[in-house]
Nanobody
Framework: QVQLVESGGGLVQAGGSLRLSCAASGSIFSINAMGWYRQAPGKQRELVAG???????NYVDSVKGRFTISRDNAKNTVYLQMNSLKPEDTAVYYC???????????????WGQGTQVTVSS
């Protein structure tokens, strides 16, 4: 079993910052890609940022220059630093991890429970 626990969401004014964290725990042999997705009301879930095990990153165009994804492999944790937040960033943010489990040595995709980010204008 693998669990992803997110923290750091909340309410912030436009122009403010938040930092999301997502810690993975359980029967983890290794973690490959990790990422953050978001889903706003009435919209499909979209990839916000991703990071490989070696640290390569990618971002959706709307957050480039404002958001930074990083990871601490020793802690099995991925972060999303969000600066210059806009009302359109309001959504539930989910973390995602491609985990190779100890028992099977097969990669599975796991999701966090989601954390609400609300940006007021």
């Amino acid at each position: 079993q693998v669990q992803l626990v997110e923290s750091g969401g909340g309410l912030v004014q436009a122009g403010g910052s938040l930092r999301l964290s997502c810690a993975a725990s359980g029967s983890i042999f290794s973690i490959n890609a990790m990422g953050w997705y978001r889903q706003a009301p009435g919209k499909q879930r979209e990839l916000v940022a991703g990071i490989t095990s070696s640290g390569s990153t990618n971002y959706v165009d709307s957050v480039k220059g404002r958001f930074t994804i990083s990871r601490d492999n020793a802690k099995n944790t991925v972060y999303l630093q969000m600066n210059s937040l806009k009302p359109e960033d309001t959504a539930v943010y989910y973390c995602n991890a491609h985990v190779v489990t100890t028992r099977t040595r097969i990669e599975y995709v796991y999701w966090g429970q989601g954390t609400q980010v609300t940006v007021s204008s």
